[in-house]
Each structure stands twice: as C-alpha cells, then as structure tokens.
C-alpha cells in the first residue's frame, strides 16, 4: 500500500511537470529549423491562413495610412489603422495564441498596439510626419518579423 505522503508527492510531481510542459509551449510554441533559414512556426493549416489573413490586415492598413497621410484625410488614417488595432478574442485565437513562440506573440501585440497609437494620433493633432514615422517603426517589425519567422502547416 502506498502511503499518503508519496502519493501526495507523485501528485505534486505530475502536476509541476505538466505546468512545466505547457509553458514551454506557451513560451515557445511548437517550431523547428525553417527551410531558408528563419525558425518555421508548425501550425494547422486553418490557424496558418487565419495568421497570414491577419498579416495582409496590416499590410491593408498600412496602405490605407499611407493613402490618408497622402490625401491629408485624418479619418482615413484612422479607420486604417483602427482596423489593426486590438481585435476582439474568441477562444478560437485563444488556444492558436497558446501555440505561437512568445517572441512572435509578442511582435504581433507591439503592431497591433502601435496601430492603436497611429489612430489616435489621426484622431489628434500630432503632425502628419509623426505619425508616418510612427507608421515607418511599426514596418520595421513587420519587416523584423518576416525576417525571424516563417509559417508551415503540418502535413
């Protein structure tokens, strides 16, 4: 018969390696050596698509802040980057969040908070050049980004 002591312990021991596990994955999500270099991000291919969707989201806004700040339209520059800004969560990007390295989490919240940035400064009086370099140093993540990472599906 197993005393209670070491039943405890056994308990103790299963549930910090679990923890232990699903930090890991939290921290690192489920990567491996990308075909040309960058560190490849294993996903399904529906949590793939729904990112890439997200990336040309950011490349739309972009353009769109561009074409504001070009056509001196205040309010185009602030529903462009408005539509990049925080998104409501759902459960389903709850548990794909959970599956992505903490560095790419990361550099995805930073771009979406600095499109929050740029479309309060449309809805301001901070300067046009301002705000497009606001818009110049959030590319540089972007840019940051496609250099680090690369998405596959699992076959």
């Known amino acids: 018969m197993i005393n209670t002591h070491k039943l405890t ?6 549930w910090l390696i679990t923890i232990a596990v699903l930090t890991w ?3 690192y999500g489920k990567t491996r050596a990308g075909t040309d270099g960058r560190t490849a991000i294993v996903l399904k291919s529906t949590e793939r698509n729904l990112i890439l969707a997200e990336m040309r989201t950011f490349l739309s806004s972009t353009q769109g802040i561009l074409d504001g700040a070009n056509q001196g339209n205040r309010d185009l520059v602030f529903q462009a980057a ?3 800004a925080m998104p409501e969560t759902d459960d389903e990007k709850l548990v ?3 599956k992505l390295p903490m560095d790419f989490k990361m550099l995805g919240m930073s771009v979406r908070s600095d499109m929050a940035a740029i479309a309060a400064a449309a ?3 901070t300067p046009t050049p301002e705000i497009l370099q ?3 140093n959030t590319l540089t993540k972007c840019v940051a980004c496609h250099a ?5 599906s699992n076959p």
């Open 9 to 14: 312990l056994l308990a103790l021991a299963l």
């Open 123 to 125: 809805k301001s009086t």
């Open 96 to 98: 794909l969040m959970a």
């Open 82 to 84: 408005s539509a990049s």
């Open 148 to 152: 680090t990472w690369q998405l596959q």
């Open 25 to 27: 994955f939290f921290v």
């Open 134 to 136: 606001m818009t110049a």
